[in-house]
């Protein structure tokens, strides 16, 4: 059966060692591996390719399989083989159908509501918004809970440096919120401008520096006396990666120590009694 969606690959996909070398060495291996993901996630196989399926349904060629097996993409088991990490990464099967298991659970709930309104109400317009609000939800409920491993990522996902064809799976918030890292940075910094291109600057210096390091320096930059509108916008501080400058030094001190008054008046009659010598006829 064939399903509405996406099966998920990392942003680093591209550049992953292992397909790096399927580039290098063997291109038509990556298609069939892509393939075989494709597969996987429209059949809820939780990764695993049978052999029939390898061999007449993706008419995989030996020698890929082969290849695929060597660099580790694909791992032999019992009646075929399974991509690697595939579970890991990916819903399962049994996650998949637990969400629509809940669908089907809150249209049923919807429907018996539905009744229970209409019940009171035998008009012909009550019993026609009954059918088409039902049919609406239900369809919509459906549409949402079908299959997991099918939502569009349409932003950029998180760098990840390990060799992992697959994406994590998330919690399901807005995946561009600001996290609570970014909001103590721009807490803490004292010019508060611009604060979407802030959040940008914030995870491109994350791959520069850890996130507390930062945090200090802002709370640090806080404390230099300085007018507001001569620092930096926090984005630009980020960029130039500011955390890292040395702090400012006092500025050294070119004026002579003052006298207490009993110092002055010392000094004072020491320059009287030198004058007096100085000019003995007065």
Known sequence: MSRTGYAKLSNEFWRSPSVMEMLDTNPAALGYYVAAVSY???????????????????????????????????????????????????????????????????????????????????????VTHYTSVTNAEETTVKRRTVNQNT?????????????????????????????????????????????????????????RANPEAIITAAKAEARRPCELKYRKYPASWLNADAWEDEPDQPAANTQPPRLSREQANLAHNMGVVQYFRDHPEG
């Open 40 to 126: 996987a996630s429209d059949n809820l196989t939780d990764g695993l390719i049978e052999t029939r399926v390898a061999k007449h349904s993706l008419h995989v060629p030996e020698d890929v399989i082969s290849f695929l097996v060597e660099i580790g993409k694909w791992e032999t088991v019992e009646g075929g083989w399974l991509i690697h990490n595939y579970a890991k990464w990916q819903n399962s099967r049994e996650h998949i159908e637990a969400q629509a298991e809940q669908a089907r659970e809150r249209v049923r709930r919807f429907r018996e509501k539905q009744q229970e309104n209409s019940a009171s109400d035998n008009s012909n317009a009550g």
């Open 151 to 207: 939502k569009p990522k349409h932003n950029n996902q998180n760098d990840s440096s390990n060799d992992e064809s697959n994406t994590p799976q998330t919690p399901h918030r807005d995946a561009d919120a600001y996290t609570p890292e970014f909001e103590e940075f721009w807490q803490a910094y004292p010019r508060k401008k611009d604060k979407r291109a802030a959040w940008k600057a914030w995870k491109a210096a994350l791959k």
